[in-house]
């Protein structure tokens, strides 16, 4: 039996799992402030895929990449969620939402 599919997916899973409660914090402590290291990580995680020879790995690495990359624009949606009350407002941030 081959395994690689459901390793991937279970891992695609997890990532994806993962970045849900960081873009959430990543929002409320910093706003969309930290936009870039989301970019910049999802760059070189997609880019170091290329050179792992490692099928499972590789593919692992690029799904963390995508996922970082995706998490930029949940990052500015999560914003979007705040102003609309279906998340905490960090007091601290307040003027923040008000633009």
């Known amino acids: 039996m081959y395994f690689t599919g ?17 873009v959430i914090k990543a929002e409320y402590y910093t706003g969309t ?4 290291l989301f970019l910049v990580v999802g760059v070189a995680a997609i880019g170091g895929a290329l050179f792992i020879e490692n099928e499972i790995v590789s593919a692992i690495v690029g799904v963390f990449g995508a996922s970082s990359l995706w998490g930029i624009g949940e990052l500015f949606s999560q914003r979007k969620r705040v102003l609309k009350g279906w998340f905490p ?7 923040d939402y008000e633009n």
């Open 6 to 22: 459901i390793i991937i997916a279970i891992s695609t899973f997890l990532i994806i799992g993962f970045f849900h409660p960081i």
């Open 33 to 36: 402030h930290l936009w870039w």
């Open 89 to 95: 407002m960090n007091p601290k941030r307040r003027s």
